[in-house]
Structure formats: structure tokens, C-alpha cells
């Protein structure tokens, strides 16, 4: 089974910007779900961000529209893909453990029938 390893959280200033990175342990050669998922304390945990694996299509949360950008890193020549969350004028709302997961689509991401979880990195932004 595929393992998820997520990576780049950190503390940050209101309107600071972090990447985050999710490397997947070999290729999903499916057009499976990746998404990030954001996690605040007492919380449940919601879907900010996703993209397909195959055709690239995307996805965003309102509340990140405009700020957030997922991308995929998948070179011909590496058994691995690294799924990027690239997050600009960051809110102090926006902190929480960010994790990422897999699913077969979007709908299993957005109802939380994700088949596998990372560990989760944390973010924290102050004001």
C-alpha cells in the first residue's frame, strides 16, 4: 500500500507563506484523489485542497480559493510524486495540522473515505 510523508510546516506571521510537501512512497498510476486536508484543534478535519494524480484537475476549499495552489511533481524518472500546497497570505485561521490523503476520487476525499492518511505537519500562524 502506498504511504503518504508529509513535510514544510512551520510558524508563520499573518500574510506569510508556506509550502507544504506531501512524497508518496511509489507511483499512483491510478487517477486517484490527493488531498490536503486542514486540521484546528477541536476540530473536525476538512478538505482545503485536491487534485487528480492522472488528469490534473483540481480543487479548492472557498476558504483558500485564490491564496492556495496544489500542485503535482511527477519526473518520469522517480518512483516517487510529491504533491505541493503552496499557501500565500496565510490567515491565522488557516493554522492547524495539515494532512494529506488518498482516495479513488474527490467525493470519497470530501466525505472522508480516504484510504490512507500521512502523519500530518503542522501550521501555525499568528497575528
Known amino acids: 500500500q502506498v504511504q503518504l510523508r508529509e513535510s514544510g510546516g512551520g510558524s508563520v506571521q499573518a500574510g506569510g507563506s508556506l509550502r507544504l510537501s506531501c512524497e508518496t512512497s511509489?507511483?499512483?498510476?491510478?487517477?486517484?484523489?490527493l488531498g490536503w486536508f486542514r486540521q484546528a484543534p477541536g476540530k473536525d478535519r476538512e478538505l482545503v485542497a485536491s487534485?487528480?494524480?492522472?488528469?490534473?484537475?483540481?480543487?479548492?476549499?472557498?476558504s483558500v480559493m485564490g491564496r492556495f495552489t496544489i500542485s503535482l511533481d511527477n519526473p518520469i524518472d522517480n518512483p516517487k510524486m510529491t504533491v505541493y500546497l503552496q499557501m500565500n497570505t496565510l490567515k491565522p485561521e488557516d493554522s492547524g495540522m495539515y494532512y494529506c490523503?488518498?482516495?479513488?476520487?474527490?467525493?470519497?476525499?470530501?466525505?472522508?473515505?480516504?484510504?490512507?492518511w500521512g502523519q500530518g505537519t503542522l501550521v501555525t500562524v499568528s497575528s
Open positions: 490523503g488518498l482516495g479513488v476520487n474527490y467525493y470519497a476525499l470530501r466525505t472522508k473515505a480516504v484510504d490512507v
Open positions: 511509489r507511483r499512483i498510476y491510478a487517477n486517484n484523489a
Open positions: 487534485l487528480y494524480t492522472v488528469d490534473g484537475d483540481t480543487r479548492y476549499d472557498d
